[in-house]
Every structure is written in C-alpha cells, then in structure tokens.
C-alpha cells in the first residue's frame, strides 16, 4: 500500500524531506516508524513520539489503510 509521511522538526532534519509517499507492507504506525527510521537512520526514539493518523492523534498499534497520511510528531519546547 502507499502510506503518505509527514515529518517535522528534528525528524524532517534527519530524514532529509518534510514528506515523502512510500510504498510500504507496514500494518501499523509502529511498523512504519521502525522501517523509516532503519531506512532515514532516525535517530529520535519512538517512545518520545507521537502519531497522527490522517490528522487525528492514533495508537502506535492502529491499523493503517491504503493512502493514509501518517504524522510523526516529535516533542515541542515553547515558551
């Protein structure tokens, strides 16, 4: 299936692109961080993340659809 990723912050600096559409048999959001962050050498742990599924916040174990939009959100610091 083609999962479109959107990255942001730090990970949008490590995978060297803001998005990408990738072909992928991933099941979950879970599964997908793991074979992007092998192929993009990520360097952020999932644990301090969080995922968006099609704009809405998901589980890491949610179930991903042909042509899903898939968010990784890295923690903000603000003031």
Excluded: C
Excluded at 1 to 27: K, N, P
Aim: no cysteine; aromatic share 8%; charged share 25%.
């Amino acid at each position: 299936m083609h999962i479109h990723i959107a990255y942001f912050a730090i990970l949008r600096e490590q995978a060297g692109t803001d998005e990408e559409t990738r072909e992928t048999a991933a099941e979950t959001p879970a599964d997908l961080f793991a074979e992007i962050a092998d192929a993009h050498r990520l360097h952020v742990p999932r644990k301090s993340l969080r995922v968006a599924i099609n704009e809405s916040f998901a589980d890491w174990d949610s179930p991903l659809a042909d042509g899903d939009t898939v968010a990784f959100l890295p923690p903000v610091a603000g003031g």
